[in-house]
T-cell receptor, first 114, second 113 residues
């Protein structure tokens, strides 16, 4: 069974632009969570989607948003990029979601904002 | 507010040694505690997880010890190998419809020959 896939793997954007990242969960998994990883702040939860609904949200500004499609694929969008948004963005999928069930991570998208 | 504290920040052991990584949590509602292993350029990979109704869990060379009263849990890697050199993260979450993983700050492990 294929793992979690994320596209693109690397991205360079300019401050003020917006970006969309994509995540395809493991087949059969209905929950998708997004995390930001930086050297300074570590791994931080952004939001979780289950059955196309956002079920939980971390402490990030409204510039960070996401959505989930009927096939469980998810996208996250960051508008008005700031230099501090440079990070590895990780997507994780789980079978049920929101119940402490195991989450499996993708390889991440490395975003660099210049 | 850091809800999961992890130590040490880095660790060097010789091959065959038993590195121990410790985590402490504050939120007593946490009831699921996974450990992840991350290699450079890769996403975190789930190693082993425990719930608070057991005090120890073993999977291969990896063991989690859990102390509910102290709100602490630790990862032991038996017979460590150079291939175990990676960053290890503990995490915690609550069971329910709105869980999310709260991660520790990570421990960079180096296993030398």
């Amino acid at each position: 069974k294929a793992g979690v896939t994320q596209t693109p793997r690397y991205l360079i954007k300019t401050r003020g632009q917006q970006v969309t990242l994509s995540c395809s969960p493991i087949s059969g998994h209905r929950s998708v969570s997004w995390y930001q990883q930086t050297p300074g702040q570590g791994l931080q939860f952004l939001f979780e989607y289950f059955s196309e609904t956002q079920r939980n949200k971390g402490n990030f500004p409204g510039r960070f948003s996401g959505r989930q499609f009927s096939n469980s694929r998810s996208e996250m969008n960051v508008s008005t990029l700031e230099l501090g948004d440079s990070a590895l963005y990780l997507c994780a999928s789980s079978l049920v979601g929101g119940t402490g069930i195991e989450q499996y991570f993708g390889p991440g998208t490395r975003l660099t904002v210049t | 507010q850091q809800q999961v504290k992890q130590s040490p920040q880095s660790l060097i052991v010789q091959k065959g040694g038993i590195p121990i990584i410790n985590c402490a949590y504050e939120n007593t509602a946490f009831d699921y505690f996974p450990w992840y292993q991350q290699f450079p350029g890769k996403g975190p990979a789930l190693l082993i997880a425990i719930r608070p109704d057991v005090s120890e869990k073993k999977e291969g060379r990896f063991t989690i010890s859990f102390n509910k009263s102290a709100k602490q849990f630790s990862l032991h890697i038996m017979d460590s190998q150079p291939g175990d050199s990676a960053t290890y993260f503990c995490a915690a979450s609550t069971t329910g419809t709105a869980s999310k993983l709260t991660f520790g700050t990570g421990t960079r492990l180096q296993v030398t020959l």
